[in-house]
């Protein structure tokens, strides 16, 4: 009589677990976070305004260079996108590191409180604020 509760127990157990691991309603799927961040850069000698965007889908992400300041690369997805590594999203800020080269590559940091940016790289500094956007909605100026 033991051994068949234990084996019922245990069969119990091993169901109700595989059964909440496999159900895909059980994990909330990524809420997609689209921003665009106007700002201005510096450089070794000269400077100027531009525009990054970024997507993110948990933990995974993209951002859009601004043709200026695209440095040469082999990572390019494609109109200027790379993807961004070490990506660390909280309540209050995201994190994430975006490497063109051996030689060049950028440090993150989005303050989501105040949607304020700044891009640290070998060769630029950047400062901006950030605001989501639906690129489903975007349309021309004119």
Not at 6 to 21: D, E, K, N, P, T
Not at 74 to 85: A, F, K, T
Not at 109 to 121: A, N, S, V
Request: charged residues 20%; proline residues 7%; negative net charge.
């Amino acid at each position: 009589m033991r051994s068949a509760l234990l084996v019922v127990a245990i069969y119990g157990v091993c169901a109700f677990g595989s059964a909440r691991a496999s159900d895909p309603e059980e994990a909330p799927a990524p809420t997609p976070l689209n921003l665009v961040c106007e700002g201005n850069w510096r450089g070794a000698n000269t400077g100027g305004s531009a525009r990054f965007y970024f997507k993110f889908n948990g933990a995974s992400g993209t951002m859009q260079v601004p043709e200026d300041l695209r440095p040469p690369s082999r990572h390019w997805l494609g109109d200027g996108w790379i993807n961004l590594e070490e990506i660390v999203m909280n309540a209050s800020s995201i994190t994430a590191r975006a490497r063109f080269n051996f030689m060049a590559d950028l440090r993150i940091r989005i303050d989501r409180m105040h949607g304020e940016i700044d891009l640290k790289g070998s060769f630029i500094q950047y400062a901006g604020v950030c605001e989501p956007y639906d690129p489903e909605a975007l349309r021309p100026a004119f």
